[in-house]
């Protein structure tokens, strides 16, 4: 089935280590992003790419990083977990940068620092 | 004040209801509109899209917009329990030459059998 393939599903992480959140599309979407999903305050944008090679700061950038090598792969990385980092962190991709025809959503990676 | 306000619920009605569900929003420059649904544990999945104002119907689904009053809809007819599930509002536009795209907070439903 085609889609957004994020790994992994879930995980549990000390605070001050690293991770790396992976997301991989097989629809040659040019633009990709990361959420991150809050009881009471939405999703939220940590970070996009437009196409691959360039990226952009979202509306909470902080803490998180990402790289955008080719089209198909948009890993989210934390250099240095805080426990508000603890959320659903979501990646979805669509085929334009007005995203008017919507995005496609991965599954989700439920992360809790600790 | 929130550029796109959506009522959080829960809301709750009977198999076979009518149901409403509404976005307001304060930018102008939205120009495109969706809708999403997502289960519990999932991430959210495109229902509808729309341009500028207007409706657009596909099966149970119809999705409304009024740009003069910033207000969109979406209607599901003939609800199931299998429609329980929160709803997302989306919209798009450019700003300055850069696209914005915000989603609303969601609005949890409950289709009771």
């Known amino acids: 089935t085609a889609g957004i393939t994020q790994a992994p599903t879930s995980q549990i992480l000390a605070a001050g280590r690293s991770m790396t959140l992976r997301c991989t599309q097989d629809?040659?979407?040019?633009?990709m992003y990361w959420y991150r999903q809050d009881l009471g305050l939405g999703l939220r944008l940590i970070h996009y790419s437009n196409t691959a090679g360039t990226t952009g700061k979202g509306e909470v950038p902080d803490g998180y990083s990402v790289s955008r090598a080719n089209t198909d792969d948009f890993p989210l990385t934390l250099a240095s977990a805080v426990p508000s980092q603890t959320s659903v962190y979501f990646c979805?991709?669509?085929?334009?940068?007005?995203?008017?025809?919507?995005?496609?959503f991965g599954s989700g990676t439920r992360l809790t620092v600790v | 004040q929130k550029e796109v306000e959506q009522d959080p619920g829960p809301l709750s009605v009977p198999e076979g209801a009518i149901v409403s569900l509404n976005c307001t929003y304060s930018n102008s420059a939205f120009q495109y509109f969706m809708w999403y649904r997502q289960y519990s544990r999932k991430g959210p999945e495109l229902l509808m899209y729309t341009y500028s104002s207007g409706n657009k119907e596909d099966g149970r689904f119809t999705a409304q917009v009024d740009k003069s009053s910033k207000y969109i809809s979406l209607f599901i007819r003939d609800s199931q329990p299998s429609d329980s599930a929160t709803y997302l509002c989306?919209?798009?536009?450019?700003?300055?030459?850069?696209?914005?795209?915000?989603f609303g907070t969601g609005t949890r439903l409950k289709v009771l059998a």
């Open positions: 979805a991709s669509s085929d334009s940068a007005t995203g008017g025809r919507g995005y496609t």
């Open positions: 989306a919209m798009s536009g450019s700003t300055s030459g850069t696209y914005k795209y915000i």
């Open positions: 629809m040659r979407h040019n633009a």
